[in-house]
């Protein structure tokens, strides 16, 4: 729920996105386009979808996991970093979003590697299960409703295999995560859900402070 890094200056935003990264011009122009939308704010940073593709090199992976998909930013980057033999599953409910998400894939020509699932997160998630996936993806992002992230990290530390990674977004939610007043549910759902990923003994876990805050949680 951030397009850009809290804290930072325009100027040092500004050179962060256009001097020290080459964003592609097919991820520029869906940043663009998702910029004119009413929850324009729910796209990752250009600088965090850098972050990410850089994490799915070092990880090799081949294997992957979206939990929010909205117009595709994150699931491009994710796709785009994967070799051609990559796959993503990609969850969302809204086909509205996911139909501009389409022809950007396509545009990019990564359309083939992702597998867009339309239905709640959880069922797909279960699905996987069932079918006896677990261990067996590299990366897993988790971008979507709060009040079941915890569920959602759950499912996905199952889902991917030693040494790969959960990563879920919006660890700092704007900052109010360290406001004592703020007692919220979503607030307090992220908050739990950094607690647990620090003292859960099958991660090792930290919080990156990019985009809204990034808690990356490393399967042991």
């Known amino acids: 729920m951030s397009t850009r890094t809290l804290g930072l200056s325009d100027e040092l935003h500004t050179y962060?996105?256009?001097?020290?990264?080459?964003?592609?011009?097919?991820?520029?122009?869906?940043?663009?386009?998702t910029a004119g939308l009413?929850?324009?704010n729910m796209q990752i940073s250009p600088e965090q979808g850098?972050?990410?593709?850089?994490?799915?090199?070092?990880?090799?992976?081949?294997?992957?996991?979206?939990i929010g998909t909205f117009t595709g930013y994150s699931a491009l980057c994710v796709a785009s970093a994967m070799p051609p033999d990559g796959r993503l599953i990609a969850c969302d409910v809204n086909a509205e979003w996911t139909t501009i998400a389409?022809?950007?894939?396509?545009?990019?020509?990564?359309?083939?590697?992702?597998d867009l699932r339309l239905a709640p997160a959880t069922e797909t998630l279960d699905a996987l299960l069932a079918e006896?996936?677990?261990g067996t993806f590299d990366f897993a992002f988790i971008d979507a409703d709060k009040p079941n992230l915890l569920v959602y990290y759950e499912k996905c530390v199952e889902l991917v295999r030693p040494g790969g990674l959960v990563a879920v977004d919006n660890a700092f939610w704007k900052g109010e995560v360290?406001?004592?007043?703020?007692?919220?549910e979503n607030t307090g759902t992220i908050r739990?859900?950094?607690f647990r990923a620090r003292d859960d003994q099958r991660v090792f876990s930290c919080v990156v402070p990019i985009g809204d805050g990034l808690l990356l949680a490393r399967k042991r």
């Open 178 to 184: 360290a406001n004592p007043a703020a007692d919220d």
């Open 102 to 114: 389409r022809r950007y894939w396509e545009q990019a020509g990564v359309a083939e590697k992702i």
């Open 132 to 134: 006896n996936a677990a």
């Open 16 to 33: 962060l996105v256009h001097e020290t990264m080459r964003e592609p011009d097919v991820l520029r122009r869906l940043r663009e386009e």
């Open 38 to 40: 009413e929850k324009a």
């Open 50 to 66: 850098r972050f990410m593709m850089l994490l799915v090199q070092l990880l090799d992976g081949r294997r992957a996991i979206e």
């Open 192 to 194: 739990n859900l950094t």
